[in-house]
């Protein structure tokens, strides 16, 4: 079958690395892809929020299947746009329409849709800028810190934790009133911190039925000890160490089955991937977000170790029949490194020559923010390339993507060096 997957960061890469693999693929697009994807198809400088475009191309190209790698055109209903046009009507899509996309387009949608369905998660009440003062109120009556996120989708950066009652009650005002993350903050949802230690869970479903896919754990502040700004993602580790059976079964009890049945029970098709970023309280598993897409890094070890043919999985999900298949994992633990670009996730400098590829042994690269210049690769992102590695311990994987790391070069490079020592106490 002939695939054009949309997105072009490493999710995207190593989704375009699994799905080349399968003996079903004929040709694969990736749009915009990068220099990595480059390598696994061929990248078209496709706009994926102007439907015409994507609609001609999957046309002339004869493509059987469009994957979406990326929120965004979910969140725009690209699913919407494509299944109501005719002429596609026998192409088949990968992501869910934009009700489904609401889990990750609409905190307070995704709240309230936790709260129907009894799924657990922290406290919450959202306000308006009609209801600034309420919200102030609401403030002094929660306990520090408190945990204040745009509705909308704000890059990753909408969501902000303050210790003080006053700068809180400041910064509800802020956003609100002087819309402080655009559009996506003219609701705000204020929240209970919850104290414990994350991990983000995946499934694959057809809106029936649904597979677990590997857990992981994604370490998203820039500095060691997890310190400092966030960032998209620093690297992340699958198998999860603390996430034992009796915990899975917790998450799928309480998180995954209800929140399925949830959207079906609410007419709400759903195809594609659920990101479930959740946290255990003292072993208690709680939603902290929905996402409709992979998680970015977490793809990055997830997908590696996934030993069926992913391929066959998401077109069986595109046509409902995912209930037949079987989904194996490969029991060895997976750890990906992000390298980034000096000053990220501040201001940082693009176009850095890369090198030291060839050197790499024993470990897989996925390109994030990459781009082929003549013969040269150079940076084109913040986070620049992931390198993943598969061993029996943790401990080894991560030292294999570490040597790795050594060996590929450009100015300015960062990576953290404590990744999984956070999870040692549980290996
Ligand atoms: P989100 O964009 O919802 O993933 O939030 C970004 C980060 O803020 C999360 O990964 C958590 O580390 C943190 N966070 C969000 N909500 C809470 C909460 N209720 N309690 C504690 N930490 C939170
Ligand atoms: N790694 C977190 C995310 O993809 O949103």
Not at 112 to 136: N, V, W, Y
Not at 279 to 295: A, K, L, T, W
Request: hydrophobic share 40%; proline share 4%; with cysteine.
């Amino acid at each position: 079958m002939n695939v054009l997957l949309i997105g072009g960061g490493g999710r995207e890469h190593a989704i375009a690395w699994k799905i080349t693999q399968s003996e079903h693929l004929d040709h694969l697009y990736i749009a915009p892809g990068n220099a990595g994807t480059s390598a696994l198809g061929k990248n078209i400088p496709l706009n994926a929020d102007h439907f015409d475009e994507v609609r001609d191309f999957v046309l002339e190209s004869e493509i059987d299947l469009v994957i979406v790698g990326p929120e965004a055109p979910l969140v725009e209903g690209l699913a919407d746009k494509f299944k109501a046009a005719p002429e596609l009507g026998d192409v088949l899509f990968f992501g869910p329409g934009q009700a489904g996309a609401m889990l990750e387009g609409s905190k307070d949608w995704a709240k309230a849709f936790m709260k129907r369905h009894k799924i657990p998660t922290a406290l919450s009440e959202t306000f308006t800028k009609d209801t600034i003062a309420q919200g102030k109120d609401y403030l002094a009556t929660r306990k520090p810190p408190f945990v204040l996120k745009a509705d909308g989708l704000a890059a990753g950066k909408g969501v902000l934790i303050i210790e003080d009652l006053a700068e809180a009650q400041e910064a509800l005002s802020e956003m609100l009133e002087d819309e402080k993350f655009g559009s996506a903050s003219s609701k705000v949802v204020v929240e209970d911190f919850l104290s414990g230690i994350e991990l983000s869970v995946f499934v694959i479903t057809d809106g029936n039925s649904y597979k677990i896919l590997p857990e992981a754990k994604d370490y998203k502040r820039i500095g060691e000890g997890d310190t400092g700004l966030n960032t998209g993602g620093m690297g992340s580790i699958s198998p999860v160490p603390f996430a034992d059976e009796t915990f899975m079964q917790k998450v799928e009890q309480e998180i995954i089955r209800p929140t399925i049945h949830g959207l079906k029970a609410e007419n709400i098709p759903y195809c594609g991937f659920i990101f479930f970023g959740l946290i255990s309280v003292q072993g208690d598993p709680y939603v902290i977000e929905y996402n409709v897409r992979m998680g970015d890094p977490e793809a990055e070890s997830v997908i590696p170790r996934i030993k069926s043919d992913l391929l066959e999985l998401i077109k069986a999900a595109a046509e409902g029949q995912l209930k037949d298949k079987s989904v194996e994992f490969e029991p060895q633990y997976a750890a990906a490194v992000m390298m980034v670009s000096g000053g990220y996730p501040g201001a940082y400098e693009k176009g850095k020559v890369m090198s030291g590829f060839d050197d790499v042994e024993k470990s897989i690269l996925f390109h994030a923010g990459t781009k082929q210049a003549g013969k040269e690769t150079v940076t084109s992102g913040g986070r620049v390339i992931a390198i993943t590695s598969l061993a029996e311990s943790m401990q080894e994987a991560l030292k294999q993507s570490y040597e790795n790391c050594e060996k590929i070069s450009f100015e300015g490079s960062y990576y953290r060096k404590d990744l999984g020592k956070d999870l040692e106490k549980y290996s």
